[in-house]
């Protein structure tokens, strides 16, 4: 499992939204994932990004989880 799915942006954006931005093509949703948490690892490099983004489920910090969506929906 990755760090952050496009069904969980579901808290950020609604069904009908991600559908019409990625029009049944998830690689654009998980492009956007990809790139949000290449730019939060950018600013966490004083820490072990490779541990932080490993984690799964409720293992994730749940403040940064909504970072990396907040800089998914917006970027």
């Known amino acids: 499992m990755a ?5 969980e942006f579901k808290t950020h954006l609604y069904d009908g939204v991600v559908s ?3 029009r049944t093509d998830n690689s654009i ?3 956007a994932i990809d790139a949000a948490i290449a ?3 950018g600013y966490l490099t004083a820490y072990d990004t490779q ?3 490993a984690a799964t489920g409720t293992a ?3 403040i940064l989880l909504l970072y990396v969506k907040d800089i998914a929906v917006w970027h």
């Open 29 to 31: 949703a998980q492009s």
């Open 3 to 7: 760090y952050l799915s496009v069904e």
């Open 39 to 41: 730019e939060a690892m």
């Open 20 to 22: 019409e931005i990625d």
């Open 51 to 53: 541990a932080i983004f």
């Open 60 to 62: 994730r910090n749940p």
